[in-house]
């Protein structure tokens, strides 16, 4: 069980640490726009601490991923039941209004009600007779 947390922790570090090279951020900068110690985002990284979800969350915001993504990584969320996450995801964002977040999950809601059986919801396939 300890091995699996710890591989679970350095897939975690890699995966942060990775996004921030993706980003062209240094490890100081990254600590500064997620407001955390630089230390502790080095030992995130090496895998040797397991951040919070709310630390999780400020480097999400900070490398702009969903805070699922790396809740995920981190073992908090389960990655199935997808539909949930996405609407839990648009409650927490930060960067959208709440005339924004309501807007989106109303027509997120709408599409989810509209699929039939058959009519290529869900496939990646169009129904017939659309472009």
């Known amino acids: 069980m300890a091995d699996a947390i710890e591989h679970r922790l350095h897939d975690l570090g890699e995966f942060?640490?990775?996004?921030?090279r993706d980003a062209r951020l240094s490890l100081r900068r990254l600590s500064e726009l997620a407001g955390i110690s630089n230390p502790y985002l080095s030992q995130i990284e090496r895998g040797l601490r397991k951040p919070s979800a709310d630390i999780l969350q400020q480097l999400a915001h900070a490398l702009h991923l969903s805070a699922e993504t790396l809740y995920v990584r981190a073992g908090i969320l389960d990655p199935e039941d997808d539909e949930s996450h996405?609407?839990?995801a648009i409650l927490r964002d930060t960067t959208?209004?709440?005339?924004?977040?309501?807007?989106?999950?109303?027509?997120?809601?709408?599409?989810?009600?509209?699929?039939?059986?058959?009519?290529?919801?869900?496939?990646?396939?169009?129904?017939?007779?659309?472009?």
């Open 96 to 131: 959208l209004t709440d005339a924004q977040r309501q807007a989106l999950l109303e027509v997120y809601r709408s599409f989810q009600r509209g699929r039939e059986p058959g009519d290529g919801s869900g496939d990646g396939t169009a129904p017939s007779g659309t472009p």
């Open 16 to 20: 942060i640490r990775d996004r921030r």
């Open 86 to 88: 996405l609407e839990h």
